[in-house]
């Protein structure tokens, strides 16, 4: 069966710190990955979609980035956070034609 | 205006009693739908998928897709506490779209 993980599970940052999430995907080969950012109360912001190694979609302009250096990972990133870079990380994969499935999260904090 | 309008609620009602979500959307063509299911601090799951419109049955759940009001509902039946949660519809354009539209979500509480 298919896995997704995330990590870290709680992040606490500085404004101005670098940022490094990641996620990987057991049981599937090149799947569809994404990343979503939930903001407390609010829906899901698609920020990077990939449908292959290397290949990187941004949906929204901001101090973000994403790379996917392996089929099964996918990275987001950010040289210096801002405050409203605060929310919920969501990493998910593609199975079939819609079918997203999603990890746990990443719960991050600027302070 | 939004391409999919969810109320986001917050919805509260009586166990045992029947939960109605909605969702509306601003773009025809528009041909899958689903339904996810997310709990306070964890990523969504996927609840229902349906293509087009009708009705598709899971258990408690209903889903059902009416295109010619750009209109698509979930029905839980017989409300358990263990369904407290928010609910978050989502879209696709054609079979080979690779991005979902959300819905807000709507926090639904079932008291015991």
């Known amino acids: 069966s298919q896995t997704i993980h995330q990590w870290p599970a709680t992040l606490v940052q500085p404004v101005g710190s670098p940022l490094s999430l990641e996620c990987t995907v057991e049981?599937?080969?090149?799947?569809?990955l994404y990343w979503y950012r939930q903001a407390a109360g609010r829906g899901l912001q698609l920020l990077f979609y990939?449908?292959?190694?290397?290949?990187i979609s941004s949906e929204v302009p901001q101090n973000l980035s994403a790379s996917r250096p392996q089929d099964r990972q996918f990275i987001l990133s950010s040289k210096k956070l801002l405050l409203s870079d605060s929310g919920f990380y969501l990493c998910?994969?593609?199975?079939?034609?819609?079918?997203?499935?999603f990890g746990p999260g990443t719960r991050l904090t600027v302070t | 205006q939004k391409e999919v309008e969810q109320d986001p609620g917050p919805l509260s009602v009586p166990e045992g009693a029947i939960v109605s979500l909605n969702c509306t959307y601003s773009?025809?063509?528009?041909?899958?739908f689903m339904w996810y299911r997310q709990y306070s601090r964890k990523g969504p799951e996927l609840l229902m998928y349906?293509?087009?419109?009708g009705n598709k049955e899971d258990g408690r759940f209903t889903a059902q897709v009416d295109k010619s009001s750009k209109y698509i509902s979930l029905f839980i039946r017989d409300s358990q506490p263990s369904d407290s949660a928010t609910y978050l519809c989502?879209?696709?354009?054609?079979?080979?779209?690779?991005?979902?539209?959300f819905g807000a979500g709507t926090t639904v509480t079932v008291r015991a």
């Open positions: 998910a994969w593609m199975f079939g034609q819609h079918e997203q499935y």
């Open positions: 049981g599937t080969s090149n799947p569809n």
């Open positions: 990939s449908v292959g190694i290397g290949q």
């Open positions: 773009n025809s063509a528009f041909q899958y």
């Open positions: 349906t293509y087009s419109s």
């Open positions: 989502a879209m696709a354009l054609r079979s080979n779209d690779y991005k979902l539209s």
